[in-house]
């Protein structure tokens, strides 16, 4: 049974920066590739960024240049870099199995707003 918890969340200013963390257990982490995912108020699930173990990144065109992910396969984590974060990035943010996904974890709260 994978387990994936997210945290790092919080209320931040328009422009500030957070670092979210994901960490895996139940799995063999360093295999898969790996992505962070966000739901806003009254939308959908939104892809923001994936990891393949080979170290291919992806972003969304929205958070291209100011988000970064990262892993660290020993630790079995996965990491959410965000700066420059604006009132539209408020959601709640979740890991998980990039595109075959694994059950979701509760996720971590962003707010953005001054």
């Known amino acids: 049974q994978v387990q994936l918890v997210e945290s790092g969340g919080g209320l931040v200013q328009p422009g500030g920066s957070l670092r979210l963390s994901c960490a895996a257990s139940g799995t063999i982490f360093s295999i898969n590739t790996m992505g962070w995912y966000r739901r806003a108020p009254g939308k959908g699930r939104e892809f923001v960024a994936s990891l393949s173990p080979g170290g291919i990144t992806n972003y969304a065109d929205s958070v291209r240049g100011r988000f970064t992910i990262s892993r660290d396969n020993a630790k079995s984590r996965l990491y959410l870099q965000m700066n420059d974060l604006k009132p539209e990035d408020t959601a709640v943010y979740y890991c998980?199995?990039?595109?075959?996904?694994?059950?979701w974890g509760q996720g971590t709260q962003v707010t953005v707003s001054s």
């Open positions: 998980n199995r990039h595109i075959s996904f694994w059950a």
